[in-house]
């Protein structure tokens, strides 16, 4: 079994016990254990958090991209489609 294995599995337990609270502490700790840590890594941390249930409102959580970014670009496109038609007259979008 590899280390990081061993330290996810670690980290659950600390997570179930309430030894570590925050992802950021998460962080910390994979950082003190192994240097600078890659993004599956911090994607393999986040993910021990959702199995627990212990990700919060307000917890930063790395976010993948062609996610949320893209869905922000659609939605200006939106509306800034819909402000041109008000402009034009037509408010209804038709």
Known sequence: MSARV???IALGSAIRNGAV?????AMNFAEQQFGKIDKSFV???VNVFKKEGK??????????KK????ATDKATEIVKKRTDDI????VEGT
Do not use: M, R, S
Not at 87 to 90: A, I, L, Y
């Open 43 to 45: 994607d393999d941390i």
């Open 6 to 8: 061993k330290f996810l």
């Open 55 to 64: 990700t919060k409102k307000g917890d930063v959580v790395p976010i993948k």
């Open 87 to 90: 402009k034009k007259g037509d």
């Open 67 to 70: 996610e949320g970014i893209v």
């Open 21 to 25: 609270k925050t992802i950021k502490q």
